[in-house]
């Protein structure tokens, strides 16, 4: 067990809706990172927050945004989902800005039908 | 493009035996890399890391090689035991963007007893 948690652990909605996946960091760490897994992809970054402040942005949709709170848990909404959205998506934390190893929630798996 | 390969998607080997994964990278800046572990319906778990500066780190059964010049990075795992059948991917960062992980598509390792 990490001691990052993720919320749901799945979700299967239809195109064109949106959906907020929730995660919790371990506790004390304050950088969250979004990665998503697409079929037969390896991990792709999305979005990183460090205390309550977004840090660096991957290859994040325009339609996709995400927040980190005061509490440090952070959430990532989807919206006009399309059927090319379905995948894996994965939230990381790490201690300290400027370290390099993550630790990985279990993912939510969305479906979008 | 890629800039982190793993280009066997997949390697089989005997328990007690010596597992060699492989890992090439186009980036030359990149100046961290890690080894994640992942088994189905769960997150990535790091497993081991290694420096630009170093060529090689061990922790355990696992031992991390890296050859700058060749851009070139392997994951030695010995002796192989069935547990250890996972999917492992490769991941580096980029100085020149923070701290978050490219990772490469993964490789499945099996072993049997």
């Known amino acids: 067990d990490s001691g990052v948690t993720q919320t749901p652990k799945h979700l299967i909605t239809a195109t064109g809706q949106r959906v907020t996946l929730r995660c919790s960091p371990r506790s004390g760490d304050l950088s969250v990172y979004w990665y998503q897994q697409s079929l037969d992809q390896g991990l792709q970054f999305l979005i990183q927050y460090y205390n309550g402040e977004e840090r660096a942005k991957g290859n994040i949709l325009e339609r996709f945004s995400a927040q980190q709170f005061p509490d440090l848990h952070s959430e990532l909404n989807l919206s006009s989902l399309e059927l090319g959205d379905s995948a894996l998506y994965f939230c990381?934390?790490?201690?300290?800005?400027?370290?390099?190893?993550?630790?990985f929630g279990p993912g939510t798996r969305l479906t979008v039908t | 493009d890629q800039q982190v390969k793993q280009n066997s998607p997949s390697l089989s080997v005997q328990e007690g035996r010596i597992s060699i994964l492989n890992c090439d990278y186009t980036?030359?800046?990149?100046?961290?890399f890690l080894w994640y572990k992942k088994y189905p319906a769960e997150g990535p778990t790091f497993l081991i890391s290694?420096?630009?500066?170093?060529d090689k780190n061990e922790d355990g059964r696992f031992t991390v090689f890296l050859n700058k010049s060749a851009k070139h990075l392997s994951l030695h795992i010995v002796p192989s035991q069935p547990g250890d059948s996972a999917v492992y991917f490769c991941a580096a960062t980029d100085p020149q963007a923070g701290t978050a992980l490219i990772f490469g598509k993964g490789t499945t390792l099996s072993v049997s007893s």
């Open positions: 290694i420096s630009s500066i170093k």
């Open positions: 980036n030359s800046m990149f100046d961290y």
């Open positions: 990381a934390s790490s201690a300290r800005y400027g370290t390099y190893e993550q630790y």
